[in-house]
């Protein structure tokens, strides 16, 4: 499977996570054989300015994983559920 036939099978699931800290994903193709995403661009800290300073402590990791799953299962449930 392709790279972007990869990301495009997950893509519905992903598109039913709304958190703060997760970008929007808008569409995913190719052109003239490069792969691309379109995502939300996002005002803030870089993940990567973040990590300059030290990894997470996994302590942390945890704490942010959970704060996003929990923030995003009810919608996810709701409308795989309804279908909206």
Do not use: W
Request: charged share 20%.
């Amino acid at each position: 499977m392709s790279t972007v036939a990869t990301i495009r099978a997950g893509s519905p699931r992903g598109r039913l996570l709304n958190h703060a800290n997760i970008t929007a994903i808008y569409d995913i193709g190719s052109d003239q054989g490069a792969p691309y995403v379109v995502q939300e661009l996002l005002e803030g800290e870089t993940l990567r300015n973040r990590l300059a300073g030290g990894a997470f402590t996994p302590r942390r990791a945890i704490g942010h994983a959970l704060q996003i799953a929990q923030d995003s299962l009810p919608r996810t449930k709701k409308e795989s559920c309804t279908g909206t």
